[in-house]
Nanobody, 121 residues
């Protein structure tokens, strides 16, 4: 099995910054895409940013220029630096890791438990 654990959420004022971190561990053969999604109350979960193993990135239009995703393949970690935060960024942020495990070698999307981010106005 593969475990995904996020950290770094919290409460911040508008215009402030937060950094989210995510680590994947366990029976990992390889990791493809790592990314962040968020879900605000009453809304569907949406993609925030993702990075492929080839270091290609994809950002939601609403966060372009403010958020930066990075990953460390040696540690199986991915981070999200969030700057110029807005109240509309308030949501639970989930880490998503597409990985193959050593036992079955199937590509599966694993999710973390989520970390809340609240931006006050």
């Amino acid at each position: 099995q593969v475990q995904v654990v996020e950290s770094g959420g919290g409460l911040v004022q508008a215009g402030g910054s937060l950094r989210l971190s995510c680590a994947a561990s366990g029976n990992i053969l390889s990791i493809n895409t790592m990314g962040w999604y968020r879900q605000a109350p009453g809304k569907q979960r949406e993609l925030v940013a993702q990075m492929t193993s080839a270091v290609n990135t994809n950002y939601a239009d609403s966060v372009k220029g403010r958020f930066t995703i990075s990953r460390d393949n040696t540690k199986n970690t991915v981070s999200l630096q969030m700057n110029s935060l807005k109240p509309e960024d308030t949501a639970v942020y989930y880490c998503n890791v597409e990985a193959r495990d050593l036992t079955f070698r199937r590509l599966i999307a694993y999710w973390g438990q989520g970390t809340p981010v609240t931006v006050s106005s």
